[in-house]
T-cell receptor, first 112, second 112 residues
Framework: LAKTTQPISMDSYEGQEVNITCSHN???????ITWYQQFPSQGPRFIIQGYKTKVTNEVASLFIPADRKSSTLSLPRVSLSDTAVYYC?????????????FGTGTRLKVLA | SQTIHQWPATLVQPVGSPLSLECTVEGTSNPNLYWYRQAAGRGLQLLFY??????ISSEVPQNLSASRPQDRQFILSSKKLLLSDSGFYLCAWSADTDQPQHFGDGTRLSIL
């Protein structure tokens, strides 16, 4: 099964750009890469999803290299409220169905 | 708009007691439904997913079971809870993808 690898934790200061990279060497050929944000005692919230190259929305950008073995979530000008755990999610083919395995996530702490 | 409801928000149960957690989705039809568990400070573990009424796939063999009696209702059950069943239980749904897109607010289950 595909596994994702992310840094366990990161610290940043308000106003800085934060880049969180996820490695996913066994990503399924036709599968998307999805990033979520989770605050304590809440369910994860969808942030952004992409297949290749670059995707941008109002809260983040997602960079995916040509080999798709990794992806980088970019958060521009973080604020204290961006302190959360960030997960990347990819799928791998198994028994005819996709299997989606969450990694341990990256705990981002934004400092004033 | 689509919404997902989970209840109860918190639950304290003695070892050996039964369990029933309910999840309902509104505003969509034939969603894919998921149950995840998150231990304290850990990532999300997929327990069950369902692509339709009566169709349940189990990812982790244990003393938990799931049922989908109606299109937008997903129930997590146990006949006899173990201490190791403590955790944060999350229900999620998706529309046109096998990846969970929207999560509920979760149920924090404590076993005494």
């Amino acid at each position: 099964l595909a596994k994702t690898t992310q840094p366990i934790s990161m610290d940043s200061y308000e106003g800085q750009e934060v880049n969180i990279t996820c490695s996913h060497n066994n990503i399924a050929t036709n599968d998307y890469i999805t990033w979520y944000q989770q605050f304590p005692s809440q369910g994860p919230r969808f942030i952004i999803q992409g297949y290749k190259t670059k995707v941008t929305n109002e809260v983040a950008s997602l960079f995916i290299p040509a080999d798709r073995k990794s992806s980088t979530l970019s958060l521009p000008r973080v604020s204290l409220s961006d302190t959360a755990v960030y997960y990347c999610l990819v799928g791998t083919e198994g028994s005819g169905t996709y299997k989606y395995i969450f990694g341990t996530g990256t705990r981002l702490k934004v400092l004033a | 708009s689509q919404t997902i409801h989970q209840w109860p928000a918190t639950l304290v149960q003695p070892v050996g007691s039964p369990l029933s957690l309910e999840c309902t989705v509104e505003g969509t039809s034939n969603p894919n439904l998921y149950w995840y568990r998150q231990a304290a400070g850990r990532g999300l573990q997929l327990l069950f997913y369902s692509v339709g009424i009566g169709q349940i796939s189990s990812e982790v063999p244990q003393n938990l079971s799931a049922s989908r009696p109606q299109d937008r209702q997903f129930i997590l059950s146990s006949k006899k809870l173990l201490l190791s069943d403590s955790g944060f239980y999350l229900c999620a749904w998706s529309a046109d993808t096998d990846q969970p897109q929207h999560f509920g607010d979760g149920t924090r289950l404590s076993i005494l």
